[in-house]
């Protein structure tokens, strides 16, 4: 995890706690942050050296400005913590000096087009491999711990089914494997069935599921399409856990669960909420990378 | 796990959910089961094959009756659910046909001269190394639940100190491993060094404690006597987490620590608060080797 | 490893013990299996439902034709045991009948452009994804073996290099913490660290080698392309292994390492000299990977 | 593996590279080390620190004389190296000044006669706990070398046997299980069923080995007593390799196995064989831990 040596100038703007640990660590790394938009309570909890703007023209111009994963939720605003003004995304560009590096978490259309019209360098910090990577540890620690929770019985020893064999199912079936689960992968691809192979997890093809799914205990589906449809659900145990963590429509018929008395949850986004220590550390480093390379071209 | 083919009559008093999983799984291995002293709602999750007992008069003898985890709480009845008739230990010794096996969990000495008195074979459950070797499994689960809902980082690459190399501690070890936690093990006998270092943790002795302390994020104590002492607690770090596992008197001044702001919980008996069933399948088990070993003499 | 079920008729023409593996298994499946080009110690290894061909026009056709791995050494003639007659590529490709789909292992330009000419499908088995993930479980089982017999201390708790993170580097990373290695991965790509520190590894860049190289009791290349060149040869201990799995021009200045005086082992083509029975099953399963592909298209 | 400050004063007599590398890593930690009884070749690969003795008489007293592993061979003289005088035991005790401490490896009567004839005090390092927990991984490793060896097949996958869950046992099993292979542990004692359930080895018992011994691709035998037996191997297949690592009678009944033409390697003192420096350092560090004990008292 290298970190080049050149200080930084970086401003964040706005976002919950992964903001201000992101903020803290790069600030750590001897760069100089700069904060605005964070009320009172969370103000406080960023390190000394960070200093807090009053208004935006404050300062000549940033290296880069950070701002929230995501960086909206009502499409005009700025994700911010309670207690702040509304700051809209397009004032930001606006007022800003350029040339400008802005990192934002989830860009939709909406902000690419304005970053163009403004002449502003956007780059989507969440659509990095190496931040959906790291997201992967938080979020299958984050699975692990919903099935404990949610469980009667120990994962140790228990019979569990991941659907999908990418970035999530890999650290998923190694961290299940490593409490003492019986791991099995249902994947489409030979590659996946050979990689299974070689660390020692059973698979079985999508197809196959249909004989074996009333075998497992927790089945966690990671796979954004509908897999686990009724036909399958039907063949699952009534007692089994179905923990999706795929997401937009999710990969479970969670009607037909319901239907069948089959818990399902659904979670989303766990690295902010199972780990969000980790997560702003995830942010902090992606930044850094994201940086460094800006830098070397 | 062999389990022997001759069929025995076991009689179950009173219990929890522990009590039920456990009865339904030795009537699942062929066994005449019956039980007493349980309300409705538990009595509905027995297993069809199983009898319910009106009065204790009702059959002539069993191979065995299994009294719950722990047999009593206040030293008088049999730990029943609620809306239950009190059952007195003393009735039950008295009343059932001799000669007589009670199983029972937690036994104390007033158990213990009853059961002399009476002629009655006690043998306490919860004092065989089997069944403590397997709760170690879901007691060390429960630590690492507990450690994932408490902390705002994930378990993997943090710094985990085990103290103690005993049942728990082996096992916690190498599950936190598993989810990819930096290992280390304090423990106070060379040959707990050995075993750390061969299968691959790092060791401290107790007294090089006090030079590491502060480099862990979580500390598991797993030794029932006081280690954690305010000397080492001032050196720990404020936002590190301290799980004590150890019964009894424990093994961390509780007081020192709240008034250094750092976070201690104290698990107990975390077989039956996280997983249930694994420690009702671990009871029946048990119950099942003793028969075994009983019906051998 | 789902193997469907139409049966196929294969031919096989040459080769070692690897293929007699391959040509058995692939029998046991049910399908058709006849053998040319084999000596007579050779022959009675295969399995008794095997046909043995006089001469290439006895039958009519076949799914596929099998040659070995390489198919050839001197460029013209098929790679057979001792003591059996030579037999030209291009006298196969003009004898059988046509259409042809002939399956091969290290095709060259020769090979294909007879194929060309002749209307003939070739595939090159060695290229397959499939053949090369499997093929790297062999690789790095052989790589620890030598390791093994070339050291005089164990690979438990040694330091060990992996230089590059590829197929080959990812499984011997993990065989070699299976067994108590601290292992480090020295990598280009900001993924690879990631991968490592996920997976529980130590990273380093190739930059970083400069520094770190002096630590390593054995150090295994999978890169090839000239990495441990004189400048990190000087740093490395002169009692540590270097072992070299990189093909063609390998990974290693051989010759500062011999003045030197740094013991290095260039170990190729592994699986077919330390597991031919395994490397025979992969090339089986692959084969018939291969043939459940041409038959679907 | 703490090393205590107060430094010692040792002489080395006899022995083989083992001895050299203790007395190496003895002198490293700040002792003074003496030998005697080694060749000219020997006597080049002893750190320059170390004094080599003329004549026994030479200097006044050692905190311990330390002698080979094993003592002897011939029951009479020290074990050397040749090229070296013969050095008789008597003579020894005789002529070196008390009270001395003398630590040996497999001490036998006569030597512990001769002892307390002399009122020396004998240790024997090859009864200690610790060297026994630490020998343990290079046995278990030496092990895996000669299964690498002697298989045609890699141990990934491969369905391994290990009788006995002692030591060696439960290093084995975690070693093989590493590398990928199918570990099943055979054991009498519950607790040892429970070990490898719970560290997610599957086990049977040493009468279930006549329905399941057929199943095994590698078969290791710790157990000195005659486990593998005629009726045992008759079910044992054909191409299985067996690799006996128990001392003195064995455990397999070789004639029967030779009959039924099943390999097998009766591997004993694999420390030396395989990684002997490692079995100096474990000497080394063996010696360093009683002499801090013998200090203590």
Redesign the interface.
Known sequence: ??IKKTPKSLLFIGGD?RQIRAANRIAECGNRVYIFGFNMTDSEKFSEGIGRLENLEEIDGFDAVVLPLPYTTDGENINTAEGCEKIEISEIFRKLPKPLVVLAGKCDRKIAKEAEKSGIQLVDYLER??LQ??N???TA??A??IA??E???????SKCLIVGNGRIGK?LA??L????AEVTIAARK??D???A????FKST?IC?LYEKIGEFDIIFNTVPSLILDSDLLIKTRRNALVIDLASKPGGVDFESARKLGIKVIWALSLPGK?????AG?IIGKTIL?ILDELEVK
Chains 1, 2, 3, 4 share one sequence.
Not at 151 to 157: A, D, E, L, M, Q
Not at 177 to 180: P, S
Request: charged share 15%.
């Open positions: 995890m290298g706690t491999e190496d990577l790291l992967a540890i938080p620690e984050g692990i711990q404990m929770q469980t009667k019985h120990t994962i140790h020893s650290i190694r961290m494997a490593g409490i003492g030979n590659r069935h050979v990689h192979f070689a660390n020692g093809s196959g199972v780990a969000p220590d980790t550390d990378t």
